[in-house]
């Protein structure tokens, strides 16, 4: 199993969950966020004056899939929330040790 991680520009939100149901993902989890990579902010004008924006504002997306899902998981993330400007985010997979449903307290893929 994998933890997916990624992190994407707001407004792909939709489109990024439509293509993870397309693919058989029908849960995650988003945290709306802020940060910054090589973008670096940018500034904007209120009322004449002149602000440095340094932290923008993002969506983490996280899901737990099995093994066999990463590649189409990846693609569809990746193709889905592209836009082929700055700030368009990252992906990170991270192994997923356990995964325990609490209600009926199944384990392992099938909890997924």
């Known amino acids: 199993m994998k933890l997916v991680v990624a992190i ?5 939100l939709d489109d990024v969950r439509e293509a993870l149901h397309e693919v058989d993902v029908h849960g995650m989890t988003v945290t ?5 990579g090589r973008q670096k902010g940018h500034t904007e004008i209120y009322r004449g004056a002149e602000y440095a924006i ?9 899901i737990a899939v099995s093994d066999e899902q990463v590649e189409s ?5 990746g193709t889905a929330a592209r836009t082929g ?12 040790e356990q995964t325990i449903r ?10 997924l």
Request: proline fraction near 7%; hydrophobic fraction near 45%.
């Open 32 to 36: 709306e966020s802020k940060g910054f």
């Open 8 to 12: 994407i520009k707001p407004f792909k």
């Open 73 to 77: 998981v990846i693609e569809a993330i």
């Open 54 to 62: 340094e932290f923008l504002p993002k969506l983490r997306l996280e």
């Open 85 to 96: 400007k700055i700030g368009d985010g990252k992906i990170f997979i991270l192994p997923l």
């Open 102 to 111: 609490i209600r009926t307290e199944e384990t392992g893929d099938i909890a």
